[in-house]
């Protein structure tokens, strides 16, 4: 009796075993129909954002142009926005958005390259451990942090050096861009170097190479892909800084390369038309998105050139 009752028992227990096993695996079949779709769906968003983005851009900034000629806009050296004669030419932004962004990589690039170098080549783990936290305070700060420290105190530290500097000109915040770029161009640099087989350098040094001659003759040639993309980026990212030149180098939209003198960005012109009286259907408001819409297409060809590097010239190791 004992023995038939056992038995019953086990037979429950593996029928609510077998019950069980099958809700789980009905559970884990939903999940796994469920989860890729929630993927899906997750990574439309971007897609979507990016191209409500666009469309918006291209809709309002064709609405531009059809009230000023696309030709006048890229050829023109005159920005009056107000006015009864309002022109609407773009080169003197565009002249302040390079410039600004020259001198920034002119700082930018060898100070990166030259600490990534240090970092990878060179630096004890244990002097590593105290200037890469260094770097990524910096890359930390804000940049209107950037923006201020230009204007309240490299603009006065440079017109004590250089007389006839204006209060607000393009050197001050291009030389700050350089500085906030530093720790961009230096960790991604740095990254591709460390990259690099130790076989490589020991095979050098084995032939009698000096640790100098590895640097320059190994090591950089066998990242010159990431370093190169490291450039690319740090120049994208200048030509789209916004608050260092918007409190530091003044609204005059000068068409000039003199860079003593106030200049402005393009996104500095679009804080200002963003944050004015300029009302929704007017050519003023429209300027803003073809001001934007030439932005746009600058970074991403910068973005196009970066990947394009990556590609042609990457190593595999």
Same mark, same amino acid.
């Given at each position: 009796?004992?023995?038939?009752?056992?038995?019953?028992?086990?037979?429950?227990?593996?029928?609510?075993?077998?019950?069980?096993?099958?809700?789980?695996?009905?559970?884990?079949?939903? &999940?796994? *129909?469920?989860?890729?779709?929630?993927l899906l769906?997750?990574? @439309?968003?971007?897609?979507?954002?990016?191209a409500? *983005?666009?469309?918006?851009?291209?809709?309002?900034?064709?609405?531009?142009?059809?009230?000023? !000629?696309?030709?006048?806009? &890229?050829?023109?050296? %005159?920005?009056?926005?107000?006015? +009864?004669?309002?022109?609407?030419?773009?080169?003197?932004?565009?002249?302040?958005?390079? *410039?600004?962004?020259v001198?920034?990589?002119?700082?930018?690039? =060898?100070?990166?390259?030259?600490?990534?170098?240090?970092?990878?080549?060179?630096?004890?783990?244990?002097?590593?451990?105290?200037?890469? =936290?260094?770097?990524e305070?910096?890359?930390?700060? =804000?940049?209107?942090?950037?923006? @201020?420290?230009? &204007?309240? @105190?490299?603009?006065?530290?440079?017109?004590?050096?250089?007389?006839?500097?204006? !209060?607000?000109?393009? $050197?001050?915040?291009?030389?700050?861009?350089?500085?906030?770029i530093?720790?961009?161009? #230096?960790?991604?640099?740095? %990254?591709?170097?460390?990259?690099?087989?130790?076989?490589?350098? +020991?095979?050098?040094?084995?032939?009698?190479?000096?640790?100098?001659?590895?640097?320059?003759?190994?090591?950089?040639?066998?990242?010159?892909?990431?370093?190169?993309?490291? @450039?690319? $980026?740090?120049?994208?990212?200048?030509?789209? +800084?916004?608050?260092?030149?918007?409190?530091?180098?003044?609204?005059?939209?000068?068409?000039?390369? %003199?860079?003593?003198?106030?200049?402005?960005?393009?996104?500095?012109?679009?804080?200002?038309?963003?944050?004015? +009286?300029?009302? #929704?259907?007017?050519?003023?408001?429209?300027?803003?998105?073809?001001?934007?819409?030439?932005?746009?297409?600058?970074t991403?060809?910068?973005?196009?050139? #970066?990947?394009?590097?990556?590609?042609?010239f990457?190593?595999?190791?």
């Open positions: 009796m004992e023995k038939t009752m056992a038995k019953d028992k086990e037979k429950v227990n593996v029928k609510e075993m077998i019950a069980k096993n099958k809700s789980s695996i009905n559970t884990a079949r939903i &999940f796994e *129909i469920l989860v890729p779709k929630i769906a997750i990574a @439309f968003v971007s897609i979507l954002t990016t409500g *983005i666009l469309l918006t851009l291209i809709f309002e900034t064709l609405a531009f142009f059809r009230e000023v !000629p696309i030709v006048e806009f &890229f050829t023109g050296t %005159d920005l009056k926005p107000l006015g +009864e004669n309002a022109q609407f030419g773009v080169l003197p932004l565009l002249t302040g958005t390079v *410039i600004s962004s001198i920034a990589m002119t700082v930018a690039i =060898p100070i990166g390259l030259m600490t990534a170098i240090y970092l990878s080549e060179y630096a004890s783990e244990k002097a590593r451990k105290v200037l890469k =936290p260094i770097l305070v910096l890359a930390g700060i =804000p940049t209107i942090v950037y923006g @201020f420290f230009a &204007f309240t @105190f490299v603009t006065p530290l440079l017109r004590s050096i250089i007389p006839g500097l204006e !209060p607000t000109n393009i $050197l001050s915040p291009g030389l700050v861009m350089g500085v906030m530093i720790p961009m161009v #230096a960790s991604l640099s740095e %990254d591709a170097m460390s990259s690099v087989p130790n076989s490589m350098r +020991e095979g050098a040094l084995a032939l009698g190479a000096t640790k100098l001659e590895v640097t320059w003759k190994v090591v950089i040639p066998a990242a010159i892909s990431g370093i190169i993309a490291s @450039f690319v $980026l740090g120049i994208s990212r200048a030509i789209g +800084e916004t608050m260092i030149v918007t409190i530091a180098s003044g609204s005059s939209k000068n068409f000039t390369f %003199d860079i003593t003198e106030s200049m402005q960005t393009m996104t500095a012109y679009i804080v200002e038309v963003a944050s004015g +009286e300029a009302a #929704a259907g007017t050519t003023l408001y429209y300027s803003l998105y073809a001001v934007a819409m030439t932005l746009f297409v600058f991403m060809i910068m973005n196009i050139i #970066a990947q394009y590097i990556s590609r042609r990457r190593e595999e190791y």
